[in-house]
């Protein structure tokens, strides 16, 4: 078995997640057992295994297939799933479909030779919008009331995320996520913009709204433990930092007409799935912008004429797939701010089966 | 393709996510507007249209028909609605025997000995009749069981001269899901009653509107501090609602109404009073 070194960023990251896992289950209430984290770490792993030993023919420590199924298990929630349930194995089918859908993104979408779209992050988008919110919904952006588990859970947040963004320079692709987020997020609050939440009695308003989307626990994983996978980002500084706006704009522009939290979580997963597919041309945009004036430049290195290369874009299947999911992703997102099903939901209007 | 497919099924194309994984609401059916079939437990003061809706009651009966008479008869045709989930005849009789049959059913809804009363059940919908074999008095009522919100409107006495609409409150989630306005009103006679707006309350059988002393309960032990009086039963859990407030209760002693499970002792809701403004 061929082991990560001890500097792999990707162990780091683990370990952040996993004590969040662990803070999870006992004193944030995820509504997640600990039967789902584990075998869905375990069907990442599994996968990544079985791939990486008949392609290399060796057994190598599947870290990005546990990282993988790790992190579909910290965002995704089965219905039905209380926290204390333990092993309950509720839904562990949607959790299987979900990792399943992550690695198949990453091993068969490489338009470039490189994938193309945060496994995670996709795996994740395709299950709460396919599977749907009558079965499975992602965790609440409120983690509970601002006591010290909170408080806990805040300092292993930004602790973990310098730890983890330093070794793989990220922390300018953070800060250009977090700063126009939190001002668009202020804006709409300041505009009157509300929403409805399971675990709360009536709209979401004002300062609540600003704090409860832009300060969430949930908003910083994203960005310093999602967003910031060197494998799915641009690899120069200002690609990273146009990465991390897009991106911010793509989620205040879904999130903007969203009534539900169910519909805002889905707003900044999509934002991140549109804008992983633009990379290759943000990276060639980063490249126009570090290249001197009057020099020109290929874009994505391919010199043919743009008939030729829309025509040969068509006929690869990678590009059509990513496009379907970079169109599909923020469309069906964006119809969920008329879905009275999540509205009743988040409004416990359901009755006993409500789905969260 | 199956990118595309599962794309179409994202954003629920055609209902399809709904048909093949089901769908967290029923299908949006008509409230019922009155307690009784026909609408005659209601003198309503605004004639409104059923509205179609997707929100479930916990199942309640709406009275169909009332049938009393001595010795045998057939009565009147009358409907079961076919949204209901079964019927029954509630009966009481003097002496001999009782037998009452559906004309198309094999087996009696009820074959009984007089003097007695219980009752019998039947899930057929649609128009029927009742065919009554009996040596004596006896008396009837038929009842459907619904699921659908009751939307009734407010009582000819809530809008006449001398009302006052003296308190309202917003519900809010105490042990269960509960939302709507509730609000009470000073009747021209002095009596008092008791009204629910665009109300719904996680479905449970045998839930009660109390009135508590407590401002703003937040726990079950907490609403259990302090003692609190019933108000009525509350058989349909979603809709707009009437209800008479008994006489002895003086409604402007109690500072909430919390909707109370006495099966598992648990607070479901509760709305803050305040007063109603004029």
Known sequence: MVLPSSGDPRLRLSAVIMTLHVLGQTV??????????????????????????????????PASGILTGSGVAFILRASGTDNGDWWSLNGI???VLAVVLSLLSKYFIRPGGRHLFNPSNVGLVWALLVIGPNHVFPQYLWWGPNDAAVAVAYAVILLGGVWVLKPVRMAPMAASFLVPFAVLVGAFAASGRSFIAIWHDGPIGGASYFLNV?????????????????????????GR??????????????????????????AILSSLTVVCALVP?????????GQPRGEAVSTLGDARPLPQR????????AIVAALIIAVAAPLNTAALAGNQQVILIERGLTGEANAQ | MALAASAAMGANLFGMRDRLLGSATPEARPAAVSRTADGSATTPTVITEPQETVLRSQPWWQRVATLEGSGPTTSAPFTIDDAAIQWRVVWRCESGNLVVREPAASEPLVDANCPGGD?????ETGPTSLAVDAAGPWQLQVEQQLDVPLVEPPLPAMTAPGTVAETTGSFYRMDQSGTGVVTIYRLADGSAALRLDDFFVTPNVDLEIHLSPLEAPQTTDEFLSVPSVEVAPLDV??????????????????????????????????????????
């Open chain 1, 281 to 289: 041309l943000i990276e060639a945009a980063a490249r126009r912008v």
């Open chain 1, 241 to 266: 930092v146009i990465y991390g706006s897009a991106t911010a704009l793509v989620a205040a522009g879904l999130i903007y007409f969203q009534p539900t939290e169910f519909g805002i979580k889905l």
């Open chain 2, 237 to 278: 859990t979603a809709g707009s609602m009437n209800f008479t407030v008994p006489p002895g209760i003086d409604p402007s002693r109690y500072r909430s109404v919390v909707i109370w499970c006495p099966l598992i002792d648990s607070a479901y809701a509760a709305a803050t009073l305040v007063p109603a403004q004029p």
């Open chain 1, 310 to 317: 829309l025509v040969a874009a068509a006929r690869n299947p």
């Open chain 1, 214 to 238: 832009a300060m969430s626990p949930e908003v910083l994983v994203f960005v310093l433990f999602m967003m910031s996978d060197p494998q799915t980002a641009p690899r120069a500084r200002a």
């Open chain 2, 119 to 123: 009752t019998g059940y039947s899930t």
């Open chain 1, 93 to 95: 089918q949607f959790f």
């Open chain 1, 28 to 61: 944030l209430g995820f509504k997640v057992s600990i039967a789902q984290i584990l075998v869905s770490i375990g069907v990442g792993a599994l996968i990544e295994l079985a791939v990486t030993y008949r392609r290399q023919r060796m057994l190598v420590w």
